[in-house]
């Protein structure tokens, strides 16, 4: 056999496959280009000089581009996993981690929430003991307070309820140091010493004040004025009294169960009230009192000077 029929069977068996069913998914192109692979590789001996074939180029070119192909899709399979792995594991963690064998991650979870539990149970405990504490005392309290039967102001003293009557006149606004003339004397008198008020009143259910004013009603005792000639005169006044802008203050709080029902303290509570007329203030309007005593004190007391039709009013110099 001749050098040129040597070099032609070995072509052609490394053209030919080896068996002629075996096929791959780049169909026929692919076998052809794998035997001209085949042919450049194994069978090329160095005695055989290299053959520059333009179908080489082509079968590298289009492995190359199937390769990366299978590349890209495999790529692009492994990023859809772990995105469904990530979703699944977002909405079934556990599972997850209990299928991944990652039982000691949770292991902490149970007891932290078991705990957190005792810790709510513990504190709703100590709040409920505390608030039926405090409503056992507010009905211990109440319960030693008469509750009134009808609408009105009550003074509470030595566990007797005295009412109040209203005021004929609208208390000031208390940047008014001086309301208008009142001629009626109190009805209400209260021995000297602590007391406290109850009061009834329907519209108290949806806006209880959280303080109340005692304002002063003082005494006009007597007024100056001045004659044509300049010449000035004193007189006595009778029944004769205003209300000054001279407050204390007085704490709020609920009377057991009922909404319409308030208790009124002095603030602080040991405080006592000095004697003279008073006017209980809750929502513009005055309850009149009187706390009797022997010397009231200087605020209960007013002189009035009568110039220019306008009245001046000024503390006793004297009582």
């Known amino acids: 056999m001749t050098d040129g029929t040597k070099e032609q069977s070995i072509r052609s068996r490394a053209v030919l496959p080896s068996d002629p069913q075996r096929t791959t998914r780049i169909g026929e192109d692919g076998i052809h280009a794998r035997s001209l692979l085949v042919r450049s590789a194994p069978y090329r001996t160095s005695s055989l000089p290299i053959v520059s074939d333009p179908n080489d180029r082509l079968a590298n070119a289009y492995l190359g581009k199937h390769l990366r192909s299978n590349f890209w899709r495999n790529t692009q399979l492994i990023a859809a996993a772990a995105v469904g792995i990530a979703i699944y594991a977002a909405y079934d963690g556990k599972s997850a981690l209990s299928r991944l064998g990652l039982h000691w991650l949770d292991r902490s979870a149970p007891i932290s929430t078991t705990n957190s539990a005792e810790k709510e149970q513990n504190v709703a405990g100590v709040e409920t003991r505390s608030a039926s504490k405090s409503n056992e005392a507010v009905r211990q309290r109440s319960s030693d307070i008469p509750a009134p039967t009808e609408y009105g102001a009550y003074a509470l003293v030595n566990g007797q309820l005295t ?65 044509a000639a300049g010449n000035a005169k004193t007189t006595s006044v009778e029944q004769s009294w205003v209300i000054r802008n001279n407050a204390y203050q007085m704490r709020v709080a609920p009377y057991g169960d009922n909404p319409e029902m308030i208790v009124i303290r002095p603030d602080p509570a040991d405080f006592v009230l000095p004697a003279g007329r008073y006017a209980l203030v809750l929502k513009g309007t005055g309850y009149d009192f009187t706390i009797d005593g022997a010397a009231p004190d200087v605020a209960h007391c007013l002189e009035r000077t009568d110039a220019l039709n306008v009245p001046i009013y000024s503390e006793c110099r004297k009582l």
Do not use: C, W, Y
């Not at 140091?177 to 008020?197: N, V």
């Open 163 to 227: 009412e109040l009557e209203q005021l004929p006149i609208k208390v000031p606004d208390p940047r008014v140091a001086i309301s208008a003339a009142i001629s009626m004397p109190s009805r209400a008198h209260l021995p000297f010493g602590r007391f406290q008020f109850v009061v009834f009143r329907r519209d108290l259910i949806n806006s209880a004040p959280d303080r109340v004013t005692v304002r002063v009603v003082a005494r006009v005792l007597r007024a100056l004025s001045f004659d």
